[in-house]
């Protein structure tokens, strides 16, 4: 049977292996590879070498961004190069679930299981993505593996000290590669302190004398956290943008020599660090417009009718205490084109206050001063590392008290305080960052059930519809195996062979506790429920839960034997059937409106011939396109319409388009490529 498991692994490996050489690019995977990977090309985002520690946005998965990052240094920018770090995450998760599945008392069950692992479309699409997902759950499954083996104690009675060690050690990883797992993680840990605590008290209440197995081994549980929190933190914090708005001085721009009804018709627009555009709004009565509070501006853009711009006789712009006068007809400090009736002046790098040294902050014009950005990156790190501290010396003192009451043994304390601290300094800060700029919105706010279980059910049939109730009848079926396991668990507790159902109890117990944390956050914090993606380790959990109960069920007798076969073999079938139906390698089913994309570009250079040219594309179409224009030897620019300029092609939806300008057609994505 192990060879069978084997086949199945390497067939499983190869077929997400062709997907992350095959499958093009999708939206995230581009915006993440502009923001934080390729950072030798300049940028909309600005990027830099710590971008990699830049948590403005939710799209980095820092331990993915970083392996990936080191991928690309070392393989280049295919798609396979940046997609290795998840296609490594799938080797990961291959071999901890074929060593998990051998707890198992029947191999048979040991394949089913494996097989459904790994025939779920929606799942295998991350393990081949550049993002974190699948990373996560090739690190989540390793975690899984050792927090069994921690549900026996070794020969001292005890938890194994180095299974728990790598148990969280592993789900420490698996949150750093998605945030979205630290709601498991806390599942995990809160299971552990309960079976550490149980299998010290059993050890403890055996005859002859007791004593602590690690009173002569001291550890550093919270040395290493600390001095992680000492370098990471400010790293973190020096790249946040919106650290303190006096890093930032005022804008004021006027338009002088024009009348109240001209000025009413201009627009001033600020450019932000990342490129992005607002209005500026104008002071009633008055010539000039200016930012509410201070903000960081790249630019700026003045936009009048023609008619009026030629009476327009001076610009001043205001930054901070330093005026900025500019006759814009005599002068070169700002950029003056015209399109159609309307004139457009934009600010030149003349219009700059002193630039920073922090590459973060080079493009602003109106910065404050690095002396300033040095005293606020200080005092905000100040203040998170004594948070950080404050929670360490709680976890001291809890400890102290755990351990002298001998609830808890001190090396498994450790153990664990260590990994909380680990936690806390790689996650703590970013999240806040995260929620603080109201990134982490993706989600829903129906319920768990409808939002985060309904979800990932539908997802898992990536588009089919074998009923117009799929997904109703599925979680039903899931329901009914939690209730096999109550019916086992009654047997078990009969016979008096509670223990043998540890696994199936602890995978049960995290999903339990995970799912009730959700809703705990949603209650006390406002967040939203995981959807999708977020949620996606539901499916290896579960799972794992369903054999260790099929396993148990078929040890209560022949009619539990021949039930629990029949559902996994069902199972199994479906599953096959669904995986031959819908595995493919030219979409992601969550991203499948970037399929057409590489094609697009592609058909792109054969028009152009090798001249350079410019690209108009839908805006979310857009970090796809940029990923390929910055492979293509045929210089490309991609903007996004509708601009206010002329380009060579046009790439929209074919309801966009008009029929006669197309020149192709990409029936996957329902998409064109035409001629304006």
Same mark, same amino acid.
């Given at each position: 049977?192990?060879?069978?498991?084997?086949?199945?692994?390497?067939?499983?490996?190869?077929?997400?292996?062709?997907?992350?050489?095959?499958?093009?690019?999708?939206?995230?995977?581009?915006?993440?590879?502009?923001?934080? #990977?390729?950072?030798?090309?300049?940028?909309?985002?600005?990027? %830099?070498?710590?971008?990699?520690?830049?948590?403005?946005? /939710?799209?980095?998965?820092?331990?993915?961004?970083?392996?990936?990052?080191?991928?690309?240094?070392?393989?280049?920018?295919?798609?396979?190069?940046?997609?290795?770090? %998840?296609?490594?995450?799938?080797?990961?998760?291959?071999?901890?679930?074929?060593?998990?599945?051998?707890?198992?008392?029947?191999?048979?069950?040991?394949?089913?299981?494996?097989?459904?692992? %790994?025939?779920?479309?929606?799942?295998?699409?991350?393990?081949?993505?550049?993002?974190?997902?699948?990373?996560?759950?090739?690190?989540?499954?390793?975690?899984?593996?050792?927090?069994?083996?921690?549900?026996?104690?070794?020969?001292?009675?005890?938890?194994?000290?180095?299974?728990?060690?790598?148990?969280?050690?592993?789900?420490? +990883?698996?949150?750093?590669?998605?945030?979205?797992?630290?709601?498991?993680?806390?599942?995990?840990?809160?299971?552990?302190?309960?079976?550490?605590?149980?299998?010290?008290?059993?050890?403890?209440?055996?005859?002859?004398?007791?004593?602590?197995?690690?009173?002569?081994?001291?550890?550093?549980? &919270?040395?290493?956290?600390?001095?992680?929190?000492?370098?990471?933190?400010?790293?973190?914090?020096?790249?946040?943008?919106?650290?303190?708005?006096?890093?930032?001085?005022?804008?004021?721009?006027?338009?002088?020599?024009?009348?109240?009804?001209?000025?009413?018709?201009?627009?001033?627009?600020?450019?932000?660090?990342?490129?992005?555009?607002?209005?500026?709004?104008?002071?009633?009565?008055?010539?000039?417009?200016?930012?509410?509070?201070?903000?960081?501006?790249?630019?700026?853009?003045?936009?009048?009718?023609?008619?009026?711009?030629?009476?327009?006789?001076?610009?001043?712009?205001?930054?901070?205490?330093?005026?900025?006068?500019?006759?814009?007809?005599?002068?070169? +400090?700002?950029?003056?084109?015209?399109?159609?009736?309307?004139?457009?002046?934009?600010?030149?790098?003349?219009?700059?206050?002193?630039?920073?040294?922090?590459?973060?902050?080079?493009?602003?014009?109106?910065?404050?001063?690095?002396?300033?950005?040095?005293?606020?990156?200080?005092?905000?790190?100040?203040?998170?590392?004594?948070?950080?501290?404050?929670?360490?010396? !709680?976890?001291?003192?809890?400890?102290? #008290?755990?351990?002298?009451?001998?609830?808890?043994?001190?090396?498994?304390?450790?153990?664990?305080?260590?990994?909380?601290?680990?936690?806390?300094?790689?996650?703590?800060?970013?999240?806040?960052? !995260?929620?603080?700029?109201?990134?982490?919105?993706?989600?829903?706010?129906?319920?768990?059930?409808?939002?985060?279980?309904?979800?990932? #059910?539908?997802?898992?049939?990536?588009?089919?519809?074998?009923?117009?109730?799929?997904?109703?009848?599925? &979680?039903?079926?899931?329901?009914?195996?939690?209730?096999?396991?109550?019916?086992?668990? /009654?047997?078990?507790?009969?016979?008096?062979?509670?223990?043998?159902?540890?696994?199936?109890?602890?995978?049960?117990?995290?999903?339990?506790?995970?799912?009730?944390?959700?809703?705990?956050?949603?209650?006390?914090?406002?967040?939203?429920?995981?959807?999708?993606?977020?949620?996606?380790?539901?499916?290896?959990?579960?799972?794992?839960?369903?054999?260790?109960?099929?396993?148990?069920?078929?040890?209560?007798?022949?009619?539990?034997?021949?039930?629990?076969?029949?559902?996994?073999?069902?199972?199994?079938?479906?599953?096959?059937?669904?995986?031959?139906?819908?595995? %493919?390698?030219?979409?992601?089913?969550?991203?499948?409106?970037?399929?057409?994309?590489?094609?697009?570009?592609?058909?792109?250079?054969?028009?152009?011939?090798?001249?350079?040219?410019?690209?108009?594309? /839908?805006?979310?179409?857009?970090?796809?396109?940029?990923?390929?224009?910055?492979?293509?030897?045929?210089?490309?620019?991609?903007?996004?319409?509708?601009?206010?300029?002329?380009?060579?092609?046009?790439?929209?939806?074919?309801?966009?388009?008009?029929?006669?300008? #197309?020149?192709?057609?990409?029936?996957?994505?329902?998409?064109?490529?035409?001629?304006?």
């Amino acid at each position: 049977m192990k060879y069978v498991v084997r086949g199945a692994g390497v067939f499983f490996l190869l077929f997400v292996g062709l997907r992350a050489a095959r499958v093009p690019f999708t939206y995230d995977e581009a915006a993440s590879y502009i923001r934080y #990977i390729d950072t030798s090309v300049p940028s909309v985002f600005d990027t %830099n070498l710590l971008s990699v520690f830049n948590f403005e946005v /939710a799209t980095n998965h820092v331990l993915n961004t970083a392996l990936t990052k080191l991928s690309y240094t070392v393989a280049g920018a295919s798609e396979l190069a940046l997609r290795l770090p %998840n296609v490594f995450g799938y080797v990961l998760y291959l071999g901890f679930a074929a060593l998990t599945l051998r707890r198992l008392s029947d191999p048979r069950f040991a394949l089913g299981a494996f097989l459904l692992l %790994n025939l779920n479309p929606y799942l295998l699409d991350f393990f081949a993505l550049s993002r974190g997902y699948g990373l996560s759950l090739g690190l989540l499954m390793g975690s899984l593996f050792f927090f069994l083996r921690c549900l026996e104690p070794s020969i001292t009675g005890r938890i194994d000290r180095r299974d728990l060690l790598y148990s969280l050690a592993l789900a420490c +990883a698996a949150v750093m590669a998605n945030f979205a797992l630290l709601n498991v993680y806390i599942s995990m840990l809160c299971v552990l302190v309960f079976a550490a605590a149980f299998f010290y008290g059993h050890a403890a209440r055996r005859p002859g004398p007791h004593r602590d197995l690690d009173v002569a081994h001291p550890t550093h549980a &919270f040395l290493w956290p600390a001095l992680a929190a000492l370098i990471f933190i400010p790293i973190v914090l020096s790249q946040d943008i919106a650290l303190s708005q006096s890093l930032y001085e005022p804008v004021l721009v006027r338009l002088i020599g024009l009348d109240d009804n001209a000025l009413g018709r201009a627009r001033v627009v600020r450019i932000d660090i990342h490129g992005r555009e607002s209005l500026l709004g104008r002071t009633a009565g008055s010539a000039g417009w200016s930012s509410n509070g201070r903000s960081h501006f790249r630019g700026v853009r003045i936009e009048l009718p023609r008619e009026e711009a030629e009476r327009l006789t001076r610009v001043e712009a205001i930054v901070g205490a330093r005026a900025f006068s500019f006759d814009p007809r005599l002068t070169d +400090a700002w950029v003056v084109r015209d399109a159609g009736d309307t004139r457009f002046l934009e600010s030149t790098p003349g219009l700059s206050l002193r630039r920073s040294r922090v590459s973060t902050f080079h493009s602003v014009i109106n910065w404050a001063g690095d002396r300033i950005y040095a005293i606020q990156l200080m005092m905000a790190s100040g203040s998170a590392l004594g948070i950080f501290a404050m929670c360490a010396l !709680l976890l001291r003192l809890v400890g102290r #008290i755990v351990v002298r009451t001998r609830m808890i043994g001190r090396g498994e304390w450790r153990a664990l305080v260590s990994s909380v601290l680990w936690v806390a300094a790689l996650a703590g800060t970013p999240l806040y960052l !995260l929620k603080r700029n109201s990134e982490l919105y993706f989600g829903g706010t129906r319920g768990l059930v409808d939002d985060t279980f309904a979800s990932v #059910i539908a997802n898992s049939f990536y588009g089919k519809i074998y009923s117009s109730a799929q997904t109703v009848i599925v &979680f039903t079926g899931l329901l009914g195996i939690v209730a096999i396991f109550f019916v086992v668990l /009654a047997f078990a507790h009969r016979r008096h062979r509670l223990s043998t159902i540890a696994p199936a109890g602890s995978l049960l117990a995290i999903l339990v506790i995970t799912s009730s944390s959700l809703a705990a956050q949603r209650v006390l914090f406002g967040t939203v429920y995981l959807v999708g993606r977020t949620a996606l380790f539901y499916i290896p959990l579960f799972v794992l839960f369903f054999a260790f109960v099929c396993d148990h069920l078929a040890q209560t007798g022949r009619a539990g034997r021949i039930v629990a076969m029949s559902i996994v073999v069902a199972a199994v079938s479906l599953a096959a059937v669904h995986f031959s139906r819908t595995a %493919n390698i030219k979409y992601v089913y969550d991203w499948k409106d970037d399929a057409s994309t590489k094609s697009m570009m592609e058909d792109l250079r054969q028009f152009a011939a090798g001249r350079p040219l410019t690209l108009g594309v /839908a805006p979310g179409f857009v970090p796809v396109a940029v990923y390929y224009a910055r492979r293509s030897s045929t210089p490309i620019e991609v903007v996004a319409v509708p601009v206010n300029r002329a380009v060579d092609f046009l790439y929209l939806e074919d309801r966009d388009v008009h029929a006669g300008n #197309i020149i192709s057609r990409y029936s996957l994505t329902h998409t064109a490529l035409a001629i304006p």
